[in-house]
């Protein structure tokens, strides 16, 4: 899809579509330059004039993503109401550098994102990370917030994000940018950029490059993350992993470790682990906000060889330096984790360091004296686009056409750093003793291990000597890599009239492939990295895709009372799969005018996610952790449960713990199916000029969505519902205890239902004063559960009981997508007279409900009811399965927050914009969050601090 504007044509979009405060529309309108010229609007192949399709349609001019403050298309473009919890640099464990998009909190897969109309390469599990767009290349973006699966194909479920870049650019520019986290002094942002365009008869050419820097701010430097959980005892909510190892005796009995002061040399140096006291602080060394790096260059030509055939080609480049920080590595030994030849790795009795004469069978310590982990990303995204657009004449009938061909490569190498290695972890812990010269030797006398240092596990923090360190650690580099090349041919224009106009057809073919691959460090692979907590092969895979389109736009009452303007389009896409075969999709949408100040506007969408390639080709990836069995006593098993466990040879003592979970591919997954119904209005009175309301209703729901069922899910379908194929996904050691359950990615049976109402206003007036405009955006989310809006505890057809609506209310504490915000608000006061500017923003987080488990039974351990205050409803009871009787269920109530923004900008005489401004202008903290995952609040909310910036901006 080529997608052109004249620039007057854009003045059109100012006017009519409302956008997030924190991305304001321009003031600024010249309205003897309006001119009713044909645009294509993103959710449509056809141009035409009106701006106002049967889609709702959110447009951020340029001059509105600079006034954010912000210097990310990612950050800007989190802020809009209808974005969900995704990827940003406030997420360090489990984040990766990238910004995403996760628009309606269906999943950033289920959100498509465009470069001037055409696919951007996603990752191997199907997101876009925005951080590979630079600003300075950014004209406008445009965001459809519904399903458009049959106009784009697969993912466009939740809606479409097309930025669109910057063309027939002359002249120069040069911009410099500083902010920092005032409040704290950390957190600076530096940005530089420099563009130079030149046109001439019949051409045009632009380039430009961007570098920007992005400081870390540590959790350690705000109160409401310097420990694991706010306002919690440290010693009762740390980890019991710390730079004391913690180990069992092989002879049985609790976990030990060394008396703070001691040498370790003696048993009489240890005494027993005390879970209430003995917790470590991890936070100290995690970021609460990721440092980034960014450079790119980019260059773009268009040369006509006549008014009717041109030619166009776009290059980019971006590079982008991330990384996360954590704890020090935890190295762990038991009777599960095996060296590479399959034997247990435990502290040996004849370990020169172990003081007890016997060994040491489970245990783990955090390696202090290795430092920090680090997970270092150089990610690097290369694209050229090139094209042909021009006109035909079929009859007396003009048509547009375009062919286009884009090739876009990702590429990441990560490098994690410091792990064990666990076949030298294995003889640095195993028999050891001291040579003549009092040197420490692996192995045995006469019998000595060339090159391997003995471990000190039994020692006080600095034991672990750096010659330790050296001969047991590792670093591990791991790379990804996605390819993308997709090419074009589309056509379109007006193929006969009707008395309410002309009919307007589009029609098009695709052709896309996809590959890549995600290869880890060998040592990943092989289990042989010790302190990773997981396990994975290598991802490599690919397929192919031909489409072919139509859309057609039907006017059917023009100047009639009550049909003002009347007209219907119909589009539909095929696409075939070289992996699962086809799949067609259409939709039907309208629009109405009853009177010139009201449209009505509405759609029906079918929609469709295909498989990514993780979904289709991911290694298997295993996982140590602690799972729920269904057949241990203190689950209290039923009958009919107990006779299937009997049955697998499961002994009725059996003592649950933890499990490896393996997770992988299926080749055999179908894609996601969708329906998209969206019904709403915009009334634009004329006894109020300037005034304009808009209301959209949708409801999105989403059948056979892939994902991997959890550990106790399969337990469950085995033993509680008698699958025999769960059951083969299940294995035990030889006493009957879980030692691994399999859960490959599969079409999970019911779906996901997403209802909601996005709703609200502009005003622009002229007065004496200067230009005042308003504008308010809102995404209100009714419900957000299994598909057909089940009651919770219902009984799903996988036997599974729903969980029912939990819109604003978070039952999964430290889950990572758990946060669906009632209502998301934001509101702009701007003011624009001569060369002066100013806004005032304001944006609102709604409160919500959460599970706070972890303080009440922090309080109870500890023996002090007091804490229960931190929770606002600490003795709830309610029905949490389904059984009829009320269990203890704490919840918390999460309040709002509203950030408040402010920004001015003077035009100087020389060509130049000077702007300053503050993010959360009144210092509001984030509300504390108990469920939250990590920092004790949500990654959505704004760091601690205001945070002020400048700009310094110099056309030439």
């Known amino acids: 899809m080529t997608v052109e504007r004249n620039r007057t044509a854009l003045v059109v979009s100012l006017l009519t579509l409302a956008c997030a405060p924190a991305a304001a529309q321009q003031l600024k309108v010249d309205d003897d330059a309006i ?165 001439g008869e019949g051409w045009g050419a632009a380039a430009g490059a961007t570098y920007s820097k992005d400081e ?103 590079e ?28 040996s009795a004849d370990n020169v360091y172990n003081p007890f004469g016997e060994a040491a069978a489970t245990g783990s310590r955090r390696f202090s004296e290795a430092g920090p982990r680090r997970f270092e990303q150089k990610a690097t995204t290369t694209r050229i686009a090139l094209g042909l657009d021009g006109l035909f004449e079929l009859g007396t009938r003009d048509f547009n056409w375009s062919l286009s061909y884009n090739a876009t490569r990702a590429d990441s190498r990560e490098l994690v750093s410091p792990y064990a ?44 000597t750096p010659e330790m360190l050296d001969y047991v650690g590792i670093s591990a580099h791991n790379r990804k890599r996605s390819d993308s090349r997709d090419l074009q041919v589309h056509a379109a224009g007006e193929i006969f009239d009707l008395p309410a106009g002309p009919v307007g057809l589009a029609v098009g073919y695709e052709r896309r492939k996809e590959d890549g691959y995600n290869r880890p460090d060998a040592a990943i692979a092989s289990g042989n990295a010790n302190g990773t907590g997981v396990t994975y092969d290598a991802t490599e895979g690919g397929y192919s895709v031909d489409e ?12 009639k009372p009550f049909a003002r303007q009347l007209d219907v389009s119909l589009a539909s896409r095929y696409s075939d799969y070289s992996e699962f075969g086809g799949t067609t999709n259409s939709q039907f949408g309208l629009r109405w005018k009853p009177v010139d100040d009201l449209l009505v506007r509405g759609n029906v969408a079918q929609g469709f996610r295909a498989p990514s390639l993780f979904d289709l080709y991911s290694g298997n990836y295993d996982s140590l ?41 299926n080749r055999d997954l179908k894609p996601e199916r969708a329906l998209s119904r969206s019904l709403g209005l915009v009334y634009s009175p004329q006894w109020l000029e300037g005034m304009e309301f808009n209301v959209d209703w949708y409801r999105i729901q989403i059948r056979d969505a892939i994902g ?119 509101l702009s006061l701007q003011w624009q007279r001569d060369d002066w500017s100013a806004s005032v923003g304001a944006r609102y987080f709604s409160p919500g409900d959460e599970d706070c488990s972890i303080v009440t039974e922090v309080a109870e351990y500890v023996g002090q009811p007091s804490l229960n205050s931190l929770c606002s409803n600490p003795y709830r009871e309610i029905d949490v399965d389904g059984s009829g009787t009320a269990s203890p269920a704490p919840q918390n109530r999460v309040a709002s927050v509203t950030y408040f923004d402010l920004e001015a900008s003077w035009q100087a005489p020389w060509n130049a914009k000077l702007t300053l401004g503050v993010r959360n202008a009144f210092d509001r903290d984030p509300p504390v969050a108990y469920s939250s995952q990590f920092n004790s609040t949500f990654a959505d909310f704004d760091v601690p601090g205001r945070y002020w910036y400048a700009s310094y901006r110099q056309r030439f």
């Open 625 to 665: 952790g602690q799972v729920t069995d269904p057949c241990a006593a203190a689950n209290s098993p039923s009958p009919q449960t107990l006779a299937r466990c009997a049955a697998a040879g499961v002994p009725v003592d059996v003592v649950e713990g933890e499990a490896y979970f393996t997770y992988g591919a």
């Open 548 to 559: 072919v389109f139509a859309e057609i736009n039907l006017p059917l009452l023009e100047g």
């Open 320 to 347: 982008r330096l991330s990384s996360q920080q954590l704890a020090e590595p935890v190295v762990s030994f038991s009777p599960y984790l095996l060296d590479p030849d399959g034997n247990s790795i435990g502290i």
């Open 708 to 826: 991997n069922r959890a550990a106790e899910a399969v337990l469950g379908d085995c033993y509680d519902r008698g699958d025999a194929a769960a059951c083969r996904r299940i294995q035990r050691a030889p006493d009957g205890s879980l030692y691994r359950v399999v859960a490959t990615a599969q079409n999970l049976p019911g779906g996901l239902e997403t209802e909601g109402v996005d709703f609200g206003l502009t005003y622009r007036r002229t007065t004496s004063a200067g230009n005042l405009a308003v504008v308010w955006d809102n995404a209100y989310v009714d419900y957000y559960g299994e598909l057909h809006q089940p009651a919770r505890n219902t009984l799903l057809p996988d036997g599974t009981l729903a969980q029912g609506n939990i819109v604003a209310d978070n039952r999964t504490p430290g889950g990572f997508y758990s946060v669906v915000w009632r209502l998301r608000s934001n």
């Open 35 to 199: 001119k009713l010229e044909q645009v294509e609007v993103t959710g449509s192949h056809l141009r035409r004039v009106d701006m106002e399709t049967q889609h709702p349609v959110l447009v951020i001019e340029r001059e509105a993503l600079l006034r954010t403050g912000l210097t990310d298309v990612g950050d800007i473009l989190q802020t809009i109401t209808s974005n969900g919890q995704t990827l940003n640099r406030n997420v360090n464990n489990g984040g990766n550098g990238e910004a995403q998009l996760n628009l309606r909190s269906l999943g950033a897969n289920r959100t498509l994102v465009l470069l001037d109309g055409q696919r951007f390469v996603s990752g191997l599990e199907g997101a876009v990370d925005l951080t590979a767009i630079p600003l300075a290349l950014v004209e406008r973006v445009e965001v459809l917030r519904d399903g458009a699966s049959a106009i784009y194909g697969s993912d466009a479920i939740a809606g479409v994000v097309n930025i669109v870049t910057r063309r027939g650019y002359t002249g120069g520019e040069a911009s410099v940018y500083f902010g920092e986290n005032n409040s704290y002094s950390d957190g600076q942002r530096r940005a530089f950029d420099l563009t130079y365009g030149v046109k």
């Open 216 to 318: 870390p701010i540590f959790a350690r430097d705000r109160e409401i993350s310097r420990q694991p959980y706010y306002g919690l005892p440290l010693e009762a909510t740390g980890s019991f992993t710390s730079p004391y190892t913690r180990f069992i005796l092989a002879s049985g009995g609790g976990y030990r470790r060394l008396i703070e002061g001691r040498p370790g040399t003696s048993p009489d140096d240890f005494r027993p682990l005390n879970f209430a006291t003995d917790g470590y602080n991890y936070t100290l060394q995690n970021y609460l906000q990721t440092p980034q790096e960014r450079r790119s260059v980019f260059a773009q030509g268009r040369y006509e060889f006549s008014p009717k055939l041109a030619f166009s080609a776009n290059v980019l480049r971006n």
């Open 421 to 464: 290695d666990n076949s030298r972890l294995a003889l640095a812990l195993g028999p050891s003793f001291l040579d003549a010269s009092g040197v420490a030797r692996c192995g045995r006398p006469g019998a000595v291990i060339a090159g391997c240092v003995p471990l000190n596990l039994f020692g006080p923090p600095g034991s672990i």
